[in-house]
């Protein structure tokens, strides 16, 4: 417990106070960038300097289109009107009462390691660079609570990136924009106007604004809960600003957001299913309130703040003499990729995992290897303790309530700290009447105007009904994947037969490649690197005794529990890849001439289905049913050129000879299922909902 020691529960102080005197208490928010007064530039300002910078581009396409110059202007002036943020510190008071109230009603508890913060704020009040918040994205409220808590240590609400959908929502657009925000469109690739437009507004807040920015590397919330593949593009414009010498540095802040529960997590089931998001608005905002009927129902939030990744460390004094010679020189590719994962790293590394996500991940694998001996209080009192041990081993951070002492022989604390868990899931995971741990039924008949709504294969009711609940779990159970991966790596490519010397590492190299994409880690090229990753995982396992060498060959060691653990939490990632590449090899390109992503999710996930009713070897955990897992399977091909782009937009041929080997290696695994199937689980009623999921 130590190593919480630092964490301060926010909404403690504010139980104990006035909100609206709080709200408005005498502020003067540290400003983060130090700017001189002719260096620091206004919203309108900015807004001409944009306009300024762009005016050769206006003055390109008004001779493409042919048209006035002040057409193409007016065009520019209002995207970047449109796009431009307008702090506004009396709006940000105000809905600091409004929200305050909100957390105080939905949490039990929002933690921050203050000393991070206050190091922060220190070295903010001496440094001459500019600031990135770059947090984790697992929940509409990510923004709202990193703004909440940069007022409540009086620091300046960032520049913060949305997408359009937030402008267009009626009211609601404004008033983000008043706290920060600046609008921008998801894609825009194809239009140069708007394209240049952003570029120039984004340069010029790292240079002429004294607040931060704050946006997300990952693009989108995690539907999983775990970390995805970073985005490059607004990253990428940040950095161009830094070449060109608006800035001395700019540090990047990663901070790792954990929810014990997302308001979002059955909505997120859904999606990860194929029913699409409801529509962003005003009215489903609205709709939304109904989650203050319970007090405390979503449990703590985690923010953890990583160490500042300063970006002049990924720039040589190369890149710099390249753009003093050539003003159009690119910034590498390379160096984007470096510096993103290296955020989303520290977001692995600083996760805050909740008894929950241990909790979750001990059920699924009970539910799998003793179906018929479910958990007790007691029995899972004792797995709990082991599970929480291991993770400590490989580096995790598990949240322990500070009345409890793991190493204390008197279990009535641990006891405690579990039902303390499970009672913002109790519409999930639940002790019966006979003090079993059971999985209650989640799902509500889906009722959709038209299944041309659904993004991947329609599911029978008898599917939804057990598969909504187990995603539901599994999801909760992925945050711990941030600290096994890679050993899990191993202990699946050696099996539960074990494997020869010579192969292991080949083995290594095809998992490790097929899995980056869906666990965010860098695609290696370099052998001696992967080797390097690989021997160290190796070395790491033998040292804990989980893997041993014996007849020249790798096999599991003399703990089965933990080889068990991390060897089943991977199947249905694993089925997942293979029945996606199945799909992709068997298809009849004579048929149809080119692969759409659409048509081989469809495919893929009815697949997976059949698989699943009938329990055969390929896809019997429901989490193979998830989309997730198939886009990923097919980023992850495109990038290897197995999955190759037609000159017909969103149209792929597939390289079949590779594909054939890849499923040929992965038949060679020869995995072994574990017993139980999720198909024969009998699921607890359903609690009445309170809140109604928009399907």
């Known amino acids: 417990m130590e190593q919480f020691s630092e964490f301060v529960d926010l909404l403690r102080a504010r139980r104990k106070d006035c909100d609206i005197l709080w709200a ?13 007064p002719e260096s620091k530039y206004s919203r309108k300002q900015i807004i001409q300097a944009v306009l300024n910078d762009v005016y050769l581009t206006m003055t390109s396409l008004a001779m493409i289109r042919k048209v006035d110059i002040n057409k193409v202007l007016k065009e520019a002036y209002l995207m970047v009107n449109e796009m431009a943020s307008k702090a506004h510190l009396p709006t940000v008071r105000w809905l600091g009462i409004v929200i305050t109230k909100v957390l105080k009603r939905i949490f039990l508890s929002i933690y ?20 990135v918040y770059v947090p984790s994205h697992r929940s509409y409220l990510d923004f709202i609570l990193l703004s909440y808590i940069l007022f409540s240590y009086d620091m ?9 959908d937030f402008y267009q929502m009626y009211i609601i657009g404004e008033l983000l924009r008043k706290t920060g925000a600046f609008f921008m469109r998801r894609s825009f690739s194809t239009d140069l106007l708007y394209k240049r437009v952003f570029q120039s507004y984004v340069m010029s807040l790292i240079e002429h604004s004294d607040r931060a920015i704050e946006f997300f590397i990952e693009g989108t919330r995690s539907r999983s809960l ?6 490059f593009g607004l990253l990428s414009t940040i950095l161009e600003s830094l070449l060109e010498g608006g800035v001395p540095d700019i540090h990047f802040i990663p901070i790792s957001i954990n929810y014990e529960r997302p308001p979002e997590e059955l909505l997120f089931a859904y999606e990860l299913l194929g029913v699409p998001k409801p529509k962003e608005s005003t009215t489903s905002l609205l709709q939304s309130l109904s989650i203050l009927q319970k007090p405390y129902a979503y449990g703590r939030v985690f923010f953890n703040i990583g160490e500042p990744i300063s970006a002049h460390q990924f720039l040589s004094m190369e890149h710099r003499k390249a753009r003093v010679l050539s003003p159009y020189t690119k910034l590498s590719s390379t160096i984007n990729e470096k510096l993103a994962y290296c955020i989303i790293d520290s977001h692995k590394k600083n996760t805050i995992l909740t008894p929950f996500n241990l909790v979750a991940l001990l059920f699924n694998e009970r539910s ?10 007691d029995t899972l009192v004792s797995d709990y303790l082991w599970c929480k041990n291991l993770l400590q081993e490989f580096s995790a951070t598990v949240y322990t309530e500070r009345s409890v002492d793991i190493n204390d022989t008197n279990t009535m604390g641990i006891k405690k700290e579990i039902l303390n868990t499970l009672k913002p899931h109790e519409e999930l995971l639940v002790f019966d009447s006979s003090q079993i741990l059971r999985l209650r039924e989640r799902h509500r008949v889906t009722k959709l105007k038209n299944n041309i709504y659904v993004k991947g294969h329609t599911l029978s009711e008898k599917t939804m009904q057990i598969a909504v609940s187990v995603i539901n779990i599994s999801i909760y159970l992925n945050p711990t994947l941030s600290f096994f991966i890679k050993p899990a790596i191993v202990i699946l490519l050696i099996g539960m037969e074990g494997v020869e010397l010579g192969t292991a590492f080949k083995r290594y190299v095809l998992l490790r490649t097929l899995l980056s994409t869906e666990f965010a ?23 804990q005794n989980y893997i041993s060498i014996r007849n020249n060959a790798y096999i599991q060691g003399q703990n089965p529990k933990v080889f068990s653990l991390l060897y089943n939490v991977m199947l249905p990632f694993i089925d997942a890849i293979y029945i996606t590449c199945l799909v992709l090899f068997e298809w009849d390109e004579a048929k149809s001439n080119s692969i759409t992503i659409q048509a081989v999710l469809i495919e893929a996930q009815r697949q997976v289905e059949e698989a699943f009713l009938k329990g055969s070897v390929w896809g019997r955990h429901p989490y193979s049913l998830s989309l997730d897992l198939f886009n990923t ?55 009445p909902p309170t809140v109604q999921a928009k399907l």
């Open 156 to 164: 300046a609400l960032p520049n913060i990136a949305s997408g359009m």
């Open 633 to 687: 399977t097919i980023s992850n091909l495109i990038a290897q050129g197995i999955l190759i782009p037609c000159e017909r937009r969103s149209t792929y041929h597939v390289d079949k000879i590779r594909l054939a080997l890849i499923l040929a290696q992965l038949q060679s695994l020869s995995l072994k299922r574990p017993a139980g199937l999720y198909h024969n689980v009998v699921l607890l009623s359903a609690l």
């Open 226 to 231: 775990k970390s995805i593949v970073p985005k």
């Open 24 to 36: 408005s208490r005498p502020m003067d928010p540290l400003l983060p960038h130090k700017l001189s």
């Open 521 to 543: 880690m860098p695609l290696i090229e370099d052998e001696s690197m992967i080797k390097s990753e690989w021997e160290e995982t190796f070395n790491f396992l033998l040292r």
């Open 112 to 131: 921050v390691n203050e000393n991070a913060i206050y190091k922060m704020k220190k070295e903010m009040q001496i440094s001459q660079v500019q600031y």
């Open 368 to 377: 799998q290897i003793l179906p018929d001996d479910p958990y007790t209080l």
